[in-house]
């Protein structure tokens, strides 16, 4: 059983570290802002979940688990709401997503 | 691991902090600070000094990172262009990294028990808090007890610091008091609307904001046992009040907790804490000694912590918040 979770935890906390890694790259190498923000918030969700859940079943039913729920649950909260607004606030800062433009300028010719 | 994790992150530190100086654009700069401040808190926590670690990500990553986009909204972007001596700058910059790296020659190796701050003070506080207090954590008996002038003297810089800033800032209250909310409506610029408009922040910002009330408070009587005390709570505290005030517009947060409550709450932690000494002295003890404020010394000690860290977190609440609102309140010239 012990061994058991420890393969479980082991392959959570790989996917979730190839997630911060792809979200990483992502926020490096994507064109614009809107295609960064929507790399860098898969570090904030699938990654932090990921390596979260790992770390819990690593902590076994003990407080430091339920502390690990905690953060998760105001990770989850948090995370997605601040892309939000950064990029709500970018488009009305008024920078346009670049895909957008090039389909209103086919729209205008 | 641990070595190699702290190389890590002073790494990271050491680059942010380039970062920091080479960066023209002072928003970005701003943001850099925030995730100096996290990086170091993290480097506190690694050193297992979790009291600080808290107090520079409460103040250092979040708080201060607040007041300064609040200042940025108030000045411009952009750096002003650099006209003064590099030259100079540079030799005096050298100079004093290269007695600060000769000076770490003398000291004591990372974690040596022989080092002379671990045969000081430091065994005689750790022997006698379990015997004198009876608090688990000794850092805030040091700071409540043992070292309560410092702490108090601590507050009233605190104080100090939110008087001076509402000095600058031509504090509101005398004449925005008299006319009441009318005076704060018309101070209020769009800008000073909140986030009204965006759905999302605004519904998670309203789920949270309780939550985070809580923590504060168990941050603040959660002191005597764990990490946290009035420091770390005044901050995580102000910020869910700030939280509110981005969420709601200023006006909104004002009329909740007005000027003049602010104020009092300022000046009323540091009485408090001030009066607690006081206190000592008319039952017969010294200034800030807790021991006489009950029959059982321990007890007396207990209480006397337990009101002068409630000081700390009211003066820092009410100093954070009216900083903010100096910051936020006035207008763009």
Known sequence: ?109 | MIVLFGVFLLSLMVITALAIVRTHHLFVAVILTGIFSLLMAANFFLLDAADVALTEAAIGAGISTVLFLGALALTGEHERANTSNRLLALSVVAVTTLLVIYATFDKPRFGDPLAPVHQHVAPWYLDKTAEAIDIPNVVTAVLGSFRGYDTLGEVFVVFTAGIGVLFLFGARPSHGSGAGAGAARTNTTKPGQGLRHYLIPRVVGRLLIPFIFLFGLYVQFHGDYGPGGGFQAGAIIAAAVILYALLEGEEQALRVLPHKLLIGLMAGGALLYGGVGVAALLLGGNFLDYSVLAADPIVGQHIGILLIEAGVGITVTGVLISVFHAFAGRRRY
């Open chain 1, 1 to 109: 059983m012990a061994l058991l979770l420890d393969i479980a935890s082991w392959a959570l906390l790989s996917i979730g570290g190839a997630f911060v890694f792809i979200g990483g790259v992502g926020a490096l190498r994507m064109p614009d802002l809107y295609t960064r923000i929507h790399a860098a918030s898969l570090t904030d969700t699938m990654g932090a979940v990921l390596v979260i859940v790992g770390i819990m079943l690593q902590a076994g039913l003990s407080l430091a688990a339920v502390k690990l729920a905690a953060i998760l649950l105001f990770l989850l909260l948090t995370s997605p709401t601040a892309s939000n607004a950064l990029a709500s606030a970018a488009l009305l800062a008024g920078l346009r997503p670049s895909g957008e433009v090039a389909a209103d300028e086919e729209q205008s010719k």
